[in-house]
Antibody
Framework: QVQLMQSGAEVKKPGASVTVSCKAS????????IIWVRQAPGQGLEWLGW????????YYGQKFQGRVSMTTDTSTSTAYLELRSLTSDDTAIYYC????????????WGQGTLVTVSS | QSVLTHPPSVSAAPGQKVTISCYGS????????VSWYQQIPGTAPKLLIY???QRPAGIPDRFSGSKSGTSATLDITGLQTGDEADYYC???????????FGGGTKVTVL
């Protein structure tokens, strides 16, 4: 079955960077894209961006432009999210999900990765 | 505050029907497909409806979606205790060039 498996929880200091990975299985990786969404404690869902696994094209949320990078490794069917210059406001659960296009639906979702930013 | 709005909570007894509306504008719901997600506390979101009214395999027909103009609706009939969750609408905004979600509606089964 289609699955996305994310890397484990991270604790970072303000100003640091974090990289979260998302390994896909059960489908042809390059036939879809991957989106990244985060959820701060007790809050709703916030879209960070989308990357095409076929050609690396990206769409980033305006709020994150300049400090986010999304990449993929087709040899291992893995997507990566890097977020730089972390502040306490970046403390959240980060999810990846499969998506057919930047404006498409999201299914399935990874289990989530908790990123805590604290001094 | 989200560009897409829906009521913060709805409730009904088991077996009843709830309707969750999601309000947007011409740049998002009005000209793009809407999807709906269910998030049971402590778990990842799950796709319930895509392309306004399509159900993925395995989603019961108790869940249905529709869209009219700049608003979308999710109906849940035959409400069950397992339906207690937060529900989010999602779509693309063609002016902001970003995907967006509503703020979430908490469904409580009385």
């Amino acid at each position: 079955q289609v699955q996305l498996m994310q890397s484990g929880a991270e604790v970072k200091k303000p100003g640091a960077s974090v990289t979260v990975s998302c390994k896909a299985s059960g489908y042809t990786f390059i036939s879809y894209g991957i989106i990244w969404v985060r959820q701060a404690p007790g809050q709703g869902l916030e879209w960070l961006g989308w990357i095409s696994a076929k050609n690396g094209d990206t769409y980033y949320g305006q709020k994150f432009q300049g400090r986010v990078s999304m990449t993929t490794d087709t040899s291992t069917s893995t997507a990566y999210l890097e977020l730089r210059s972390l502040t306490s406001d970046d403390t959240a659960i980060y999810y990846c999900a499969r998506s057919p296009a930047h404006l498409g639906w999201f299914d399935p979702w990874g289990q989530g990765t908790l990123v805590t930013v604290s001094s | 505050q989200s560009v897409l709005t829906h009521p913060p909570s709805v409730s009904a007894a088991p077996g009843q029907k709830v309707t969750i509306s999601c309000y947007g504008s011409t740049s998002n719901i009005g000209n793009n497909y809407v999807s709906w997600y269910q998030q049971i506390p402590g778990t990842a979101p799950k796709l319930l409806i895509y392309d306004n009214n399509q159900r993925p395999a395995g989603i019961p027909d108790r869940f249905s979606g529709s869209k009219s103009g700049t608003s979308a609706t999710l109906d849940i009939t035959g409400l069950q205790t397992g339906d207690e969750a937060d529900y989010y609408c999602g779509t693309w905004d063609s002016i902001l060039n970003t995907a967006m979600f509503g703020g979430g509606t908490k469904v409580t089964v009385l």
